[in-house]
Structure formats: structure tokens, C-alpha cells
């Protein structure tokens, strides 16, 4: 089923309600081009939480070369987590600029700062945290100053009953530090560092 046909079946409307795993992966293969893209995207901004949750929610099942052509749109991104009040909107951003590369001259200090704060908000959701703390990790595994730094917020997090989830990311992140402090220690250049995405 490709995008036309299911324009004329008014996709706004089928969005308002809740699509099935099978119905978002044949969304997500009709997408031929970028225009159709662009039309989704605009939809993540709808005034209906149920469109703009389930859009989002596509965005996430998007292959890797797909997936892609929302790297123009990291900064929007960005913006909008920092402000989105709503939970399930938060952490499906958080997902999607996960799947990003995060380029060492292009790091954004509010949201680094952003992301670090919401490791120990025992107030958010615990996925949102555990986003927030692999998130933080790829902004930060270019210098050792800050990876020292992540490893405080980690240290913290001991303090607390985590969820599985959460749990597991610390467990992800603390290897990571460790190899990374590692090889800064040897002497390698950060172009040298292996990086090793979740």
C-alpha cells in the first residue's frame, strides 16, 4: 500500500486512532520520497496527541537509510524535547535523536545539560531517563573531563532502586566509560575512538 493510496483513504484520519505494528510497518515501507516524509513530519506537530504520537511512533520503525533524512531535522528535534510536556512525545524524540549521530563541533551545551539533569529526576519516567543517559554519553565520549563527569551522575544513580531498563543502561554506559577513559589514557585521538552505538 503506498502513500497515495492511503492519502485518499485520509491518513489524518487513520491516525487518530491506535495502528497495530503490522499497519505502521506498511506505513513506513510506502515512503518513497522525501516529500512524503516532509508530510509525516508535519504531522508529529498536530493538535491531536493521538496524530502527532502515532507519527512520531512511525518515524521510529524507519530503516537505517530511511532513517536518515531526519538527521536535517536534529536541531528541531532538540528544541522540542526540551520543551514537550508530554510524556509519551519525550521519550519517542529521545528514541529517534538516538538514532543520530551526535559530530563533536556540533554539540549543544542546553541540551547535553538538558539530558545529564534528567539522569537523576527520580520525576521522570524511568525510559526517559535511560534515553537521557545514552544520549548524554554520546554528546560526552569526546572528552574525558565529561565522561569523569557522567561517571558522578552514574555514581549517584546507585543511590536509588532503578527499573530493569534503567538498570541496564547504566550498566551499558559505565563499559563504555571505562573503555573510553581507557584509550584517552593511552593517548588515542578522539577521531581514533571506537565508537560503539546502543
Keep these: 500500500m503506498n502513500l497515495a493510496i492511503l492519502l485518499k483513504m485520509n491518513f489524518k484520519e487513520k491516525l487518530l486512532h491506535r495502528l497495530s505494528l503490522h499497519e505502521v510497518q506498511d506505513i513506513t515501507s510506502s515512503y518513497e520520497s522525501d516529500a512524503d516524509k516532509e508530510a509525516l513530519y508535519a504531522l508529529t506537530f498536530d493538535a491531536s496527541p493521538r496524530v502527532s504520537v502515532n507519527a512520531l511512533w512511525i518515524f521510529t520503525h524507519f530503516d537505517d537509510l530511511n532513517n536518515a533524512w531526519l538527521y536535517r531535522y536534529q536541531d528541531d528535534l532538540i528544541n522540542r524535547v526540551m520543551k514537550e510536556t508530554d510524556v509519551s512525545k519525550r521519550r519517542l524524540i529521545l528514541s529517534l535523536l538516538l538514532r543520530q549521530p551526535f559530530e563533536e563541533e556540533k554539540l549543544r551545551a542546553d541540551f547535553l545539560d538538558y539530558c545529564v539533569h534528567n539522569i537523576t529526576a527520580c ?53 563504555k566509560i571505562k573503555f573510553q577513559l581507557k584509550r584517552f589514557k593511552g593517548g588515542s585521538k578522539n577521531s581514533d575512538l571506537k565508537i560503539q552505538k546502543f
Excluded: D, N
Design 123 to 175: 520525576s521522570q519516567p524511568y525510559a526517559v531517563r535511560a534515553y537521557c543517559l545514552k544520549l548524554a554519553y554520546e554528546q560526552m565520549r569526546f572528552y574525558a573531563e565529561l565522561l569523569a563527569e557522567l561517571q558522578t551522575a552514574l555514581e549517584m544513580l546507585a543511590q536509588e532502586p532503578l527499573s530493569p531498563g534503567l538498570a541496564s543502561a547504566k550498566r551499558q554506559i559505565e563499559k
